[in-house]
């Protein structure tokens, strides 16, 4: 189907391995590629290749992009690359172990960041997928505008096994080079076949490919036909190499002679291009496909054997099964070495019947000739332009008032142990258990939170602070981070941020808590544990000890520990400023991560408590710096997505954006405020908080009024509705900061400190 309206395909990326690296789906991907651009000289095909050894292939000038396999920001990029090329669909040839993570599951980071259509050819349909690849075949499949399978098997297995409806997949066999039927006897002076009766197998050698049943069937053969060669045409699977070098190419060999047939079974060693194997297998008098895989859903070399009039006999594999039916082929049982032996014996003696079955296998193959797939695969991505991604809830943008603290979805996600880490939609997940940085949240929310019940805020703050209490470990002097939901710890020390964010809720609790008991208990631990932020390396981890100890020393005016970590640790991140500055980068860091706005923040906080206008000066710089990056285009707050994460002196990426960084941006304006009583960073703080309620790059609300649940974020193609302790926390930690702030706005502020 050649584009010819308003809708006109020009432009689609292509997603697979590519030639030169020696595989069926790069041999695919390849033809694919090449099939389009003959078909379609108009068209546009950028070329993501999937690689597995960067640095390793010498790529065509037809490949866009290599993407390392295992490297998911590279799947990050280069979803960026396709959006930003204006490409009008992707098309990716899936296969489980190509791509990057659990059953490949970082090719849906990469679909996730898209907004175009995407249709997917399935090269394997697997009748008892394991739980990953169930979850990521289903997450493609949801992703999918159209699914191409090759065998009508594919489409029943994708109904019976993932609930899949007939009108999301097409079957689209697998394509074939054009060429001439051809007598074998005409071909075989090249290869030195002269007077031989050849049977061949091609393909990349590999266990899987049933070689042995074919060795053990020789010596029957031979018997009857003394001149009967079996060609093993291809190189080692790479991945056997990488393994055990050609160790089962020997096993083969050694089997050949040991069954007396050493000169009747020939290797090929090699990775040969189409045009050559081409002429191999038109050399060949019968080709054979002795695999062992009854599901395997697709095969290539059974498909160019096909193509060019091979009879085939074959084990009743899928593919095999459908291409071969209605005496196109001849079907013989898995392992069975006297079924192949009489198959092929039958054949090389009845040339007659040899010829009847090479051209109904010749006629098979005229419909599955490139330029048809190429026509066909056009159609579907013609039929699928303007799909776009659904946005997973409906888009408001309404303006919507500030909302009251509410405790309700905190409570929801809380036990008697502590706050749950992870939920299922609102559901809390306890396989997920529960984690430090989380209860530390918890509890300075309980000391800031207004209109708490005092029976449920003196119950709750006794549930958080007990959590943190018990994650101290006296031995190794750390805080632990994560414990399983039957209270076993998973670790005997937590990471170095999760232990400055104890140290930071301990500071608040022993100023803000509500009740003494609870101010007397996080003062004493805070002198017990917080010294060990002097071994911290971490900015941020410096950052939350220097919080908590702000908080510490206006509880305790004078406290020594509290000033010297104060001191510290912004002297450290002032000299850190000083090395990684540049004229346009104004940030501690080569990079941006998380939590970017609690290391101003600090500075700020700091040095109100100590008197250091130096401090102030570098935390309001440094604000004003990370504001006017987590800014859109149209003056929305964008939080610095976890995409660019650990990308040095690069601009932020937009997705995915999490709702901690609205809340620690809004903490750090109302840190300046307090520090210079401008009344414009209350309105920076409106500005991130409203993130929360819609105005963001997706106009969609992460903030659930009806009970004080948050959304874990921002995605390319909507909202991730999980409500995770940390998202919801965040949320109303915001609205406790906000209504603050509301408040301070009817009152004529002055700064705290004189700026130098």
Known sequence: MAPNDSTALRHIALIGNFLPRKCGIATYTTDTHAALKARFPDLRVDVYAMDDHPGRYDYPPEVTRAIPQNERSAYVEAARAIEESGAQALWVQHEYGIFGGAAGEMLIALLDRLTIPVIATLHTVLERPSADERRVMEQLLRRSARVIVMAERGREILRRVHGVGDRLVRMIPHGVPDRALADPETRKPRFGWQGREVVLTFGLLAPNKGIETMIAAMPEIVAARPQALYVVLGATHPNLVAHEGEAYRDRLKALAAEKGVGDHVRFVDAFVEQEELLDYLQAADIYATPYTNPAQITSGTLSYAVGVGK??????????AEILADDHGVLVGFGDVDGFAKAIVRLLSDPAERALISGRA??????????????????????????????????????????????????????????????HYSVPDRHHGYCIDDNARALILMCRMPDVDPVVRDRWTSVYAGFVQFAWNRELRRFRNFMNFDRSWNEAAGSEDSNGRAIWALGVTARDAHAQKHRDWAASMFDTTASIALELGSPRAHAFAMLGAAAMAQAHPGHALSLNILTRFGEELIALLDSARRPEWSWFEIVLAYDNARLPEALLRAGMILDRPDFVAVGLETLEWIGARQTSPEGRFRAVGTESFG??????????????????SIDACEAAHAATGDARWIDEA???????????????????????????????????????AESILALQLANCAISALSKARQIVATPRIALA
């Open 686 to 724: 409106m500005r991130a908080y409203r993130w929360y309620l819609g105005h963001n790059d997706l106009d969609l609300p992460l903030a659930s009024a009806q009970d004080g649940g948050c959304f874990d974020g921002l995605m390319p193609t909507g909202l991730n509705r999980n409500q995770g």
């Open 362 to 423: 010749y006629a098979r193959g005229r419909t599955m000739l490139w330029p048809r797939l190429a026509e066909s695969a056009a159609a579907e991505l013609c039929a699928v332009l303007g799909h776009r991604a659904p946005p997973r809830i409906a888009r408001s943008s309404a303006e919507i008032a500030p909302l009251a603290p509410d405790f309700t979805a905190v409570e929801r996600m809380s036990d008697s142990t502590g706050m749950l880490q992870h939920s």
């Open 311 to 320: 009879p085939v006999v074959s084990t009743p594999y899928v593919h095999a």
């Open 647 to 664: 990308r040095p002196y690069a601009d932020p990426m937009p997705f995915d954006q999490q709702p901690l960084e609205a809340q620690a």
